[in-house]
């Protein structure tokens, strides 16, 4: 008589301990991709927001450029200066400096015995417009056609005045 042995002699089945490891692995994968999601959303709502200011700033530049502001006005030293709050408690500033008139009182001021002629000035009509909307900085020259008041500045300077 044989004796018939009880083992199974064909495996075909997996482990406890491959079973584990096998979910182990799986786990750690399933948890880092849900931390890479989560991270995408927190990085796409911080473009959004970048994206949302500096379409701001670029609209409160084009109203100054137009001349459309239309908000709180402050004629300092060196130019106009517009601030404002956005419905979302957002503060803005755009200032605006004439560029041609700074250097021209810099140079009056530190050089009053050098000849004007020889020191280079930007064109008259230079401006500077500086937005700045939470953190974004646009800095933007232009040109403008010279006011009546620059003009008569410049005739009054030059001894005649203007009618």
Do not use: C, Q
Not at 47 to 73: C, F, P, Q, S
């Amino acid at each position: 008589m044989k004796v018939k042995n009880t083992r199974a002699e064909n495996k075909n089945g997996f482990t406890i301990l491959e079973v584990m490891v096998s979910l182990a692995i799986v786990g750690i994968s399933i948890g880092i991709f849900f931390s890479l999601i989560g991270n995408s959303s927190r990085l796409r709502e911080k473009i959004d927001r970048h994206t949302e200011l500096l379409l701001l700033a670029r609209t409160k530049t084009e109203e100054a450029l137009l001349g459309i502001l239309g908000e709180k006005k402050i004629k300092g030293n060196e130019g106009n200066i517009f601030e404002g709050i956005t419905k979302d408690g957002l503060p803005w500033r755009v200032s605006e400096v004439d560029k041609y008139k700074e250097a021209k009182d810099k140079i009056s001021l530190s050089l009053a015995h050098v000849d004007e002629d020889l020191i280079e000035l930007p064109p008259k009509g230079t401006m500077l417009l500086s937005t700045l909307v939470g953190g974004i900085s646009i800095e933007t020259i232009f040109f403008s056609e010279e006011s009546e008041e620059s003009e008569g500045e410049d005739n009054e300077e030059a001894g005649t005045t203007s009618d």
